[in-house]
């Protein structure tokens, strides 16, 4: 079964600090994966992109990982700002379909910023 | 072109009510999703169009629940006899789906609904 999982659920961290998300997925074949970030009562907004050859991307502050081996990609938050206080969601996308099949969304980790 | 467009942004009804959402895509996408989203978990994918046809719907779909995308550009999503369980975001994106597609799903504001 397709599935993917997000950890932490949720993370309180203080301002200036960096954090890391998680995201362990099972989807297969893979496409790509992406990060997006929901501000609450908002909609969510694509952060990054990861295609299968690719490590590592950088986008501000936010640097994603995936390694496709192990199928795990990470999400990391350099020197935290208050803004960044939202939930981030993990979703995988298989190469064909659009459907409940194509796309597969994490949970999401909600991510808290303390002043 | 501002984004993808939903209304109302919140809804509150009495159970057994009907309510509807419209959404307005980017204008170029072809494909349209909606989604619903309950407090603390990740949207869940209820259906989704191909200009104006309707090519998949999830189980979640039950039948007091109908979308259209009847000229392939706005879409509504229509739910009938609303029960508390209806309570949630409902969520709309659409996408160029084709060559200029890169995955990225456009979502709206979301339509928040409450049925007392």
């Known amino acids: 079964k397709n599935q993917v999982e997000q950890s932490p659920q949720s993370l309180i961290i203080l301002e200036g600090k960096n954090c890391t998300l998680q995201?362990?997925?099972?989807?297969?074949?893979?496409?790509?994966l992406r990060w997006y970030k929901q501000d609450t009562g908002r909609g969510p907004v694509s952060l990054t992109i990861?295609?299968?050859?690719?490590n590592t991307k950088s986008n501000g502050r936010y640097t994603a990982t995936l390694d496709a081996d192990t199928k795990q990609s990470s999400l990391h938050i350099t020197a935290s700002q208050l803004s960044d206080s939202a939930s981030y969601i993990c979703?995988?996308?298989?190469?064909?379909?659009?459907?409940?099949?194509?796309?597969?969304f994490g949970k999401g980790t909600h991510l808290i910023i303390q002043p | 072109d501002t984004g993808v467009s939903q209304n109302p942004r919140h809804k509150i009804t009495k159970r057994g009510q009907n309510v509807t959402f419209r959404c307005d895509p980017i204008s170029e996408h072809n494909r349209l999703y909606w989604y619903r989203q309950t407090l603390g978990q990740g949207p869940e994918f209820l259906t989704y169009?191909?200009?104006?046809?309707?090519?998949?719907k999830s189980r979640l779909l039950s039948d007091r629940f109908s979308a259209e995308r009847p000229k392939g550009s706005f879409s509504t999503l229509e739910i009938q006899r609303t029960e508390q369980g209806d309570s949630a975001m409902y969520l709309c994106a659409s996408t160029p789906w084709g060559a200029r597609d890169t995955g990225e799903l456009f979502f709206g504001e979301g339509s928040r609904l409450t049925v007392l």
């Open positions: 995201c362990n997925y099972t989807v297969s074949p893979f496409s790509n």
């Open positions: 990861m295609t299968f050859s690719e």
């Open positions: 979703v995988v996308s298989r190469p064909s379909g659009g459907g409940a099949d194509g796309l597969t």
């Open positions: 169009f191909q200009n104006e046809a309707q090519l998949e």
